[in-house]
């Protein structure tokens, strides 16, 4: 396992940027950019009865010119990243993955990238096995971002394995692309994968945190499957199962949660 950090291209960075800023995306991820720039007018483009387009517009000109005032944070940002991963991490990975999914790890996903760049939504492709990473991000938020992005990329590497299903079932909003969310926290947490760095309070969405099911803890729950596992397969089954029979109670709390 291998991974490359490198600065993201500027209008791949803006096609993920405005697919959050659409007319029927929640404040709750739309905010998220004008937090990181507050330079951007969120009343401007959200309250002032724009359109979509209009928008688009707007935010395209201003993260231009965000890119060319931030260009040296994102180049040092890089080298950062990169001396980080090298002297504490890349060593160590394939044997913490190994591990903590029951299977070797050493020749697999040899060509990750981190594309560090302008979009404080970090998000991932699995069919290039590369994700983003703000370019503001301290050190441990940067590496808790790529260790959250690899145990994805992992999981479905041996999920499509054992379950030989089709990969655009992995993407938002289907239950498999949930699923992963949640094991991700339970994975790391309770693996080598967690003694890397320290990691901050949270790895996964913040409101699964607090989340009950059935009364318990969602992650208490996937701990208690993950640990009492044959190996990686059966967790893999046994927790698809639990999210089946719970997703109408699952979908309505996030739902809430997001608001």
């Not at 479905?156 to 949640?182: A, G, M, R, T």
């Not at 089954?237 to 608001?259: G, M, Q, V």
Request: charged share 30%; with cysteine; hydrophobic share 35%.
């Amino acid at each position: 396992m291998r991974l490359t950090w490198k600065q993201k291209d500027f209008d791949e960075d803006i096609d993920f940027i405005l697919f959050h800023q659409r007319d029927e995306t929640p404040k709750y991820w739309h905010y998220h950019l004008f937090h990181a720039y507050p330079d951007l007018d969120y009343n401007y483009c959200w309250n002032s009865g724009i359109s979509e387009e209009q928008r688009f517009d707007y935010i395209i000109e201003q993260m231009k010119i965000q890119a060319k005032k931030r260009q040296d944070v994102i180049d040092k940002s890089i080298k950062s990243f990169q001396q980080f991963w090298n002297d504490n991490i890349a060593d160590k990975l394939n044997k913490v993955f190994s591990s903590a999914f029951d299977n070797d790890c050493s020749n697999i996903l040899n060509e990750m990238k981190a594309e560090v760049g302008l979009n404080p939504n970090c998000p991932r492709y699995i069919d290039k096995y590369s994700f983003d990473v703000y370019h503001y991000y301290d050190t441990q938020w940067a590496m808790t971002t790529a260790l959250h992005e690899i145990t994805h990329f992992v999981w479905f590497y041996f999920w499509q394995q054992h379950f030989k299903d089709n990969p655009d079932e992995y993407e938002f909003p289907n239950v498999k692309w949930l699923l992963s969310e949640i094991v991700v926290e339970t994975i790391i947490r309770n693996s080598e994968i967690g003694k890397l760095i320290e990691f901050p309070q949270w790895i996964a969405y913040p409101y699964f945190y607090d989340m009950k099911i059935n009364g318990d803890l969602l992650f208490d729950t996937m701990k208690k499957l993950y640990l009492g596992r044959k190996d990686i397969y059966d967790f893999m089954e046994k927790s698809f199962d639990w999210i089946k029979n719970n997703e109408p109670e699952l979908r309505k709390k996030i739902a809430e949660a997001e608001k």
